[in-house]
């Protein structure tokens, strides 16, 4: 049998598996009354962000944070929380072709997910239905680093035995595919459905004719652009 050309596939979440309505923060903007994009100025601001997808700070204390920073803007502290209550509601979907994907890649080589995360990453796999969907699951509010330090995927690809330098790698935030490419990783920066299936068509062989099959995906049907919240 031919040498499969990687040991394992590390999968990012948000943005590749699981997908956000990219008007779903705004629309909540507009129904308290909020220039748009003040709930995702807070929830994102870039020290704080750190601070919760690295576990310093628990889910919950994360969006307590963003109420308090929401709180004059919103009237109160109480709008505030209502508002953070709506947001943490939202719940985006899954994309079942990739899903479906990772499911076929999984009878041929373990398949990885990293996420920069917060400590509510498995609560919402379960709701989903994924939990059971990877080989492994590398939160990084777990383990203190976030992407796009090197530690997160040589992590990841421990996990599972792979040597980094024999995975492939997907995510759509650039800077994380850089830093994995610096880090001696295959890596693809994802915008569509084709470029994985392409990019992966080496390890599945002729299974790639039996899932294009299965799931009835033709080449090109999926040239969506992949947005975040």
Do not use: I
């Not at 994009?37 to 690295?54: H, K, M, N």
């Not at 379960?126 to 997160?152: C, M, Y």
């Not at 920066?189 to 470029?195: A, E, L, S, T």
Request: one cysteine or more.
């Amino acid at each position: 049998m031919d040498e499969l050309p990687f040991d394992a596939v590390l999968c990012d979440f948000d943005g590749v598996v699981h997908l956000w309505d990219p008007d779903g923060m705004a629309s909540l903007d507009r129904a308290w009354g909020l220039a748009e994009g003040s709930l995702a100025g807070a929830a994102f601001r870039p020290d704080l962000l750190e601070e919760a997808v690295t576990g310093q700070l628990s889910d919950g204390q994360w969006r307590e944070r963003v109420a308090e920073d929401l709180a004059r803007d919103c009237g109160s502290g109480e709008r505030a929380r209502g508002l953070v209550e709506a947001w943490s509601a939202l719940t985006g979907r899954v994309d079942t072709d990739v899903v479906r994907l990772l499911q076929t890649l999984r009878r041929r080589v373990p398949v990885v997910l990293v996420s920069n995360a917060t400590t509510r990453l498995e609560s919402c796999l379960a709701a989903h239905g994924l939990a059971e969907s990877f080989d492994a699951v590398l939160n990084t509010a777990r383990v203190g680093v976030a992407k796009p330090d090197p530690r997160v995927f040589d992590l990841a690809a421990r996990q599972v035995g792979a040597d980094p330098g024999r995975c492939l790698f997907v995510d759509d935030t650039a800077g994380n595919v850089s830093a994995a490419r610096a880090a001696g990783m295959t890596a693809l920066h994802y915008r569509r459905f084709g470029q994985l299936r392409e990019a992966v068509a080496p390890l599945l062989g002729r299974a790639s004719f039996r899932y294009g099959a299965e799931c009835g995906v033709a080449p090109d049907h999926r040239e969506r652009a992949v947005t975040q919240p």
